[in-house]
């Protein structure tokens, strides 16, 4: 039983609108491959073309045209009129980054997930006093839990930093970062907000200025779909007059240097340059989109997906009511191979995710996020009712 969103809430002109043009997206739009993973996600055929062509000089006047137009729309995309870094990184290299440069004394990393934990790994790498603060994993962070750690860590000394991740892809739980944020200003005006938004930036709304965010990093590959090797972060005044009293704050990822490039359009270090190119092509496609058809066809496609499960016996893994719109964590309530479900739908030249980690096995995962439209799921939801019924 396939399910389509019928509600009246969800079916709402954005909506109706992204299922009218994706009856309009022609097979040789489509990627050969369905990656249902939640990143690295297939990139369009325009976006992927735009990588074969010749090297240009970095410090030549084309590249620096490229990286203007590129930080614009970026600026855009974040809502915002800070900085926005571009760096051939992934999004890690950003955690790591935003720590040397927000933390020269104590951060609070808040674990409810894989990535979250590694924040918190990277935050210890980097020999910063790292305080973990757990919740469950499958629950979002809430800001009542942000509160209390914050206020016993205060009792402690001045906290420099909070990190906390949007969207933990290794559950499919989404945290509510504005009003994590609000809560941060209201206890200490003197704690940076460093978030993550690695795999929701672009298809969920996240205004950088409107929630009084410091960092908020993203990676390319995920509801970008560019393919993998940049990352992203909008960056607040308030952050980079932090870095000026932090030392050690590395070379590569010092924020203070990258902004001196920036503001010429530059890096410090060799730009990747087919990959900005591939951005360039695939930031116009994401504004021909639209940013408010582009989340709401997000949002569609978070719903679709969890009724679908819902209507055909599984449960879903995330808390009810923080369920991510870019990847839905799937209870496998019927007890398939998940081995074997993926091999079956690679035949099929599609591919979901095993559960992550404890969950392997136990639960699947699918990604709906940068090119998947509503038509792309209900082709992969008619390929796992299939292997179920088969193997039931
Ligand atoms: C939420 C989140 N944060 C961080 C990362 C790490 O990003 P990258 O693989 O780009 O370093 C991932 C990767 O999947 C992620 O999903």
Known sequence: MTATVQSSETTDSLARDALERDSFVTPADKPPQRLFVPGPTDVHPATLAAQNM?????????????????SEQLQELYHTEARVFTVAASGTGLQEAAVLNAVGGRVVNFVNGAFSQRWHD?????????????????????????EEALRAALADGPVDAITVVHNETSTGAASPVDAIAECVRRVSQDTLILVDAVSSFSGVKLPFDEWGLDMLLT?????LAVPPGLAFAAVSDRLMERAGTVSNRGWYFD?????KYRQRST???????????????????????????????HAYCGQMSREWAKANGFGLMAERGY???????????RGLDVGALNRYLGARAMQIADGYGPYKGKAFRIGHMGEVWPSDLECLFGAIEAFAAGTA
């Not at 305080?131 to 809430?142: E, F, G, L, R, Y």
């Not at 924020?255 to 902004?259: M, P, V």
């Open 122 to 146: 990277v935050s210890v790498g980097c020999g910063k006093e790292a305080i973990a603060v757990d919740a469950p994993w499958c629950t979002a962070v809430k800001p009542e839990l942000v």
């Open 323 to 333: 369920e991510s719109d870019t990847v839905t964590t799937v209870e496998n309530s």
């Open 219 to 223: 990676s390319s590959q995920k509801a």
């Open 267 to 297: 890096t410090p270090a060799t730009p990747a340059i087919s990959l900005l190119r591939a951005l360039g092509v695939q930031l116009d496609r994401i504004f021909a989109e639209g940013l408010e058809a582009r989340y709401a066809r």
């Open 54 to 70: 010749p090297m240009i000089g970095h410090r030549s006047d084309e590249l620096e045209s490229l990286f203007r137009k590129c």
């Open 255 to 259: 924020l203070l240097q990258l902004e």
